[in-house]
């Protein structure tokens, strides 16, 4: 099984701030990772495919990169809305999800 | 716009079967151009991916639930359906049906999700 591991698991950040949240594989997924984000009580929402591809509808502030083991998820600048859990999911195998990074209001 | 809405049981006893549909509706259930994935997220933990099932009726399964896990499809009614066996309070989670473009892909829509207690 490919084990995905993310950090930090949580990170305190202002309105305007650039955040950057790191997601590994076990061993290299070439570029099938995934990103969402998640806000208490409601469903994930895709924000980035294939390691970089922006999902259509979500602001430019996210991006996404990396390939093989390493991939990053950055927030140019933090605003009200994007407090809230991130994941990672890995779909080169079986799909397999990160543990959450969770982003809250410093 | 695709919507996807959750229904079934809130509570089941262990040993039983867990049994969830999903109704899909704004039009792109059986364009073939989409897969059907359940997955689930216990209280304060993260996301497992369960299966999908494609309108033809071919399935793919994680292999840690595939003994229990049947999913099925009824493209007459623009629904998909979760049949977990034997379950133990460890099968407590909100559980999601999903739009999926497949294997090696990524899951697009969510439904609202659904809660299942396991317990007697």
């Known amino acids: 099984d490919i084990q995905m591991t993310q950090s930090p698991s949580s990170l305190s950040a202002s309105v305007g701030d650039r955040v950057t949240i790191t997601c590994r594989a076990s061993q290299s997924i070439s570029s099938y990772l995934n990103w969402y984000q998640q806000k208490p009580g409601k469903a994930p929402k895709l924000l980035i495919y294939a390691a970089s591809s922006l999902q259509s509808g979500v602001p430019s502030r996210f991006s996404g990169s990396g390939s093989g083991t390493v991939f990053t998820l950055t927030i140019s600048s933090l605003q009200p809305e994007d407090f809230a859990t991130y994941y990672c999911e890995q779909t080169y195998t079986t799909p397999a999800f990160g543990p959450g990074t969770e982003v809250d209001i410093k | 716009q695709v919507q996807l809405q959750e229904s079934g049981p809130g509570l089941v006893k262990p040993s039983q079967t867990l049994s969830l549909s999903c109704t899909v509706s704004g039009g792109s259930f059986s364009s073939g151009t989409f897969y059907w994935s359940w997955l689930r997220q216990p209280a304060g933990k993260g996301l497992q991916w369960i299966g999908r099932?494609?309108?033809?009726?071919?399935?793919n399964y994680n292999p840690s639930l595939k003994s229990r896990v049947t999913i099925s499809v009824d493209t007459s009614k623009n629904q998909f359906s979760l049949r977990l066996s034997s379950v133990t309070a460890a099968d407590t989670a909100v559980y999601y049906c999903?739009?999926?473009?497949?294997?090696?892909?990524?899951?697009?829509?969510w439904g609202q999700g659904t809660l299942v207690t396991v317990s007697s």
């Open positions: 999903a739009r999926d473009y497949g294997p090696g892909t990524m899951i697009d829509h």
């Open positions: 099932v494609y309108t033809s009726g071919s399935t």
